[in-house]
């Protein structure tokens, strides 16, 4: 009792002493107020503002970054501490462009391979997630991956055996499938399973698939879809999000998926567009989102009269929603498939036109060298039909774009046009022919670019790998297929960062660590600014210990800090 006179005594005298620095403090005897009050201190901290200043201390009230400074920054007795010992911090890192509501959707429990680079870090990471789970729960990892990312040079790329998958996972059914269909392979227990609802499994446990569906692996996937619940859907949600923190991801603006049949047709990125957001919505209402998650509606239905976009235009609020969860815009397909063979649709332009006559932000994806040329010339049409200022307030975004040219950058710059860039998919399956996008030619340019993953079917979610690729130009194999476009580190982060805001008009609230924005935070395991620390190589490895979103806790490697 004197003991706990005595602190209170001493910590009033010295909240007097110190009363200069700080805000009023309270009577030792009130109890502390329930809002936020965190002081990360001792750090690198990488403010990323526009003159890149670093700091050691920032101080958090609330969901927002309070004060951010070099020197003692203030307190009161109610601050918490978080000492950094001397670790670099950015600001929560933000992919412009991924499909985070379709990795919530996978079924089994999902196990990302991204970052394996051999089979025997694949045989790993499945026994290591196999050793949290029951025996005979499913362990599943769907897209993300490319086998060339499996086996080093100058071995052959391969998935490993059944007979590898019983040595680590003897207890568990396993499926690992490649891109949107397959192939992919199973594990014996997985073979039993497939094989008693009639699917044709290899002795060695693969399992066909490709383009063409439905195939013996979109077959697989509907059996596993089959068995799952709106409760697994909102478990592989909160894990996905739990990926993401663990990698310094702090918000995601989704993509959407492909209309679901509801049959074996259905590939890894088919979803049911209505009732997919089942789970995320309950877990919004649950409080339990754990990253931001930004939405953009995907349409891609063939009547040309465009019934279904008509609809959402009509009765969605754009912009709707809050700091958690909010409605961005259309995309990344408006309506039929984007002009995937150089030419436009008539649905996809009278798509197109709707969405601009709504005020909506729109979102194309462009993948070879003529989709972009169509793409951006009809919206310049468009827009020269339009009463000013036409499209050019609505930030629309042409995605990936690996062979998009100056003239056409210059050109949609002038439509107040973006361009979102990815490396991870490059990466794990690029080449000298299927390389770009050009990061040096759009970062010299001065119209906004920004980073995703466009993960997870394609490509990984992981943002170091991504980072990789756009810093070395490499892929998986090792060949440099994207020289001269490569970017120094500090600009290839501010990509993932400060840049982003803007894709999600959120330029003020997100993307650096200033006072007034939301408090997301990576406190990361290495100095990736250090190339003496970190080498290239080493950037793929790079993990967050410790992420904060709106000054909450939502990673913490407790091995590290
Ligand atoms: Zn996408």
Redesign the pocket.
């Given at each position: 009792m004197r003991n706990t006179r005595a602190i209170a005594l001493l910590s009033s005298l010295f909240a007097t002493l110190s009363a200069f620095a700080q805000p009023a403090p309270q009577p030792p005897s009130q109890p502390c107020p329930e809002i936020r009050d965190v002081l990360v201190t001792n750090g690198k901290i990488h403010t990323l503002n526009t003159t890149n200043t670093v700091v050691d201390s920032v101080r958090i009230v609330g969901d927002r970054f309070a004060e951010v400074g070099t020197n003692r920054l203030g307190t009161s007795r109610c601050t918490r501490m978080i000492d950094l010992e001397g670790r670099t911090v950015v600001p929560g890192l933000i992919d412009n462009?991924?499909?985070i509501v379709l990795l919530g959707l996978r079924p089994g429990h999902d196990t990302r391979l991204e970052s394996a680079a051999s089979i025997d870090d694949v045989l790993n990471t499945l026994r290591t997630k196999a050793a949290t789970l029951p025996n005979g729960e499913w362990l599943t990892s769907i897209g993300g991956f490319d086998i060339n990312q499996f086996v080093p040079p100058p071995g052959a790329p391969r998935f490993p055996t059944l007979a590898e998958l019983d040595s680590a996972t003897p207890n568990h059914p396993v499926f690992l499938q490649l891109s949107f269909a397959g192939p992919s392979v199973t594990n014996t227990l997985g073979k039993q399973f497939f094989e008693q609802a009639g699917i044709e499994i290899g002795a060695d446990g693969s399992i066909a698939g490709g383009f063409q569906t439905p195939n013996p692996t979109t077959r697989a996937l509907h059996e596993l879809r089959q068995r799952q619940t709106l409760a697994d859907q909102k478990r592989g949600t909160q894990d996905a999000m739990r990926y993401a923190a663990s990698l310094g991801l702090t918000t995601h603006l989704d993509?959407g998926g492909f209309p679901a049949t509801g049959t074996a047709a259905d590939g890894a990125a088919h979803m049911d567009r209505y009732r997919g957001y089942d789970a995320l919505l309950a877990l919004y209402a649950e409080s339990a989102l754990t990253n931001r998650i930004r939405l953009n509606f995907l349409h891609m239905e063939t009547d040309v009269a465009t019934p279904e976009l008509a609809a959402r235009l009509a009765n969605v609020f754009p912009r709707f929603g809050d700091d958690l969860l909010k409605i961005v815009g259309i995309g990344?397909f408006t309506a039929g498939a984007s002009p995937i063979i150089g030419e436009a649709t008539e649905v996809w332009r009278a798509g197109t036109r709707r969405v601009a006559e709504a005020g909506w932000r729109n979102e194309n994806?462009s993948l070879t060298p003529a989709d972009f040329k169509v793409i951006i010339d009809e919206w310049e049409r468009l827009n020269a039909a339009l009463p000013a200022p036409g499209i050019r307030q609505q930030r629309w975004v042409v995605?990936h774009a690996p062979f998009i040219t100056q003239e056409y950058v210059d050109k949609l710059k002038a439509l107040g046009g973006g361009v979102s860039v990815l490396g991870g998919w490059r990466y794990i399956s690029g080449t000298a022919q299927q390389n770009g996008p050009p990061f040096k030619l759009l970062a010299d340019s001065g119209i906004p670019i920004g980073m995703s993953s466009?993960g997870m079917q394609i490509s990984p979610m992981n943002p170091w790998i991504g980072l990789y690729y756009v810093v070395t130009g490499k892929n998986a194999r090792g060949e440099v297929i994207n020289a001269g476009q490569t970017l120094e580190r500090d600009a290839a982060l501010r990509l993932y960062t400060a840049a982003n805001g803007w894709f999600l008009k959120e330029e003020s609230l997100l993307g650096t660590i200033e006072p007034g924005k939301y408090a997301d935070l990576a406190v990361l395991s290495a100095d990736y600014f250090d190339a003496g620390a970190v080498p290239d190589e080493a950037i793929k490895s790079v993990r967050s210990v410790l992420t904060l979103v709106g000054g909450q806790i939502v990673h913490r490697d407790p091995d590290a800090l």
């Open positions: 462009h991924n499909h993509e990344e994806h995605a466009d």
